[in-house]
């Protein structure tokens, strides 16, 4: 009879389970699981990083892409610790993420032995399932457990080996458990869809937030939006789950947001919150009867007082509201927010039009908007070109791939990277800035090394220019965010990889174009303007005293004054 080891056996399961890839870096605590991995990587592919924070942050963003498991593998130690950051990414955007990590031998634990780290206490925090192997026999339960968990709690499984474990053989007696996850729609309790059925009926004037639970009921939200007249708001994560030129949408809201999102929450009477638990609620209603839809009953009324609470699928329970609810036939407040809409856009077509040097970011994303096919990835990094992105990029049917609760700096690339890994056969852009992409730039190698066509689009202002403004806000002189880059274009073609400098307008379109048709590893390296501020949709007064504090700093400290762009 055929005897696998514990190692064999867990590569064996991840297949079964549906892994086709591993992200990570290989090591003395993990070649026991190296070895079988190499043997099976016509059916499960070891895409090998440079750091394993690139790995933790692609297993993330390939889960938020495909709703799949996302997987990385570190050794003990240095390499377990690097994972914290993308693990953590994972666990608040509720992606499921399964990380393998190392550990010194089971004799030698407690001993303080060479690379020896808590493991399960350092992760306790992060992970929904955090367990240590402690035999062959125990592996195949505990790991089909830690993948189920990930499921069906969207949250991070941690499965700590000792690194002699891989090496024994699975006995008989080990346990035999289901290797499925098993689904389910949820329907709130009836009492509750009668009492929002009640609070719709008598809105004059509702709005709906809709968020990343949203995603997946394009159809089904804009029907309730048509039938209840409602303009809809999109929180970060929830770009994209309707066209952003929709005619019920009306952009996102905080200040990455629109002001005609802005002002509809100012004069809602009726809120509807859909797959979020919007965290800046300054920007939602004062006083609005308010609905909140989510399949987690915890998120509901988390930060923010609602009236009724939907514990419930979004799709079933919009169907169930839209299907019991009368057509509302006064579209006054409707029509109002979208009249608002157009008048906002056409300011955004102005300020992209921009052909001044150095180029504006609008005019940047203006220019990859012409070149983006309607299915394309967007991996987002952290930063001014966040906003950037969630302005002036509108969104059709691509997919769109960001930290939005961590907002980490440097998830751009991973999230490009496992972009391409899941899609192969389409266009895949990392949009960052210089600041966010030079903490992990070394994995542009990874992109070459393994052939993934990627177009990284790097808006190079030599600052980190999200900080500066804050700090001018708060009244302050700018310190600390002055960058000193390498000429990125240069970097990508040492990389094996091609390189593109854009310094003027005339450049930008076509390098993008090239970029794409390349079908290579590409960087383009576009300098934008420093001074180039996201202001906010509505500037609080707080702000302009902070900035009027900051600019008389200046003048009598340094001798000079700039105006920002208002």
Known sequence: MFKQTAGEKLIDMLIEWGVDHIYGMPGDSINSLIEPLRKAQDKIKFIQVRHEEAAALAAAAYAKLTGKLGVCMAIAGPGAIHLLNGLYDAKLDRAPVLAITGQVESDLIGTDS????????????????NQRIMSAEQLPAVVNQAIRT?????????????DDIPRFEVGKEARVTAQFTAKQVVLPMKEDLLNSKKILEEAAKPVILAGRGAHGHRDTLLSFAEKIGAPVVLTLPGKGVIPDKHPYCIGGLGLIGTKPSYEAMQEADTLIMIGTSFPFTAFLPEHAKTIHLDIDPAQIGKRYPVDVGLAGDAGATLSWLTDHLATKEDRTFLEKSQERMKHWLAKLDHQEEDGSVPLKPQRVIHALQEVAADDAVLSVDVGNVTVWMARHFHITHQSFVISSWLATLGCGLPGALAGQIAHPDKQVFAVCGDGGFAMTMADFVTAVKYDLPIVVLVLNNHKIAMIKFEQEVMGNIEFGTNLQNPDFARYAEACGGVGYRVERPEQLLPAIQQAVQNRKACIIDVLVDPEEAPMPAKIQFSQAAGYTKHMIKELFEEGKIDLPPF
């Open 150 to 162: 990930a499921y069906a709690k969207k949250g991070v499984s941690v499965l700590t080996i000792p």
């Open 114 to 129: 060479f690379q020896e780290v808590n493991l399960e206490r350092m992760f306790d925090d992060v992970a929904v399932y």
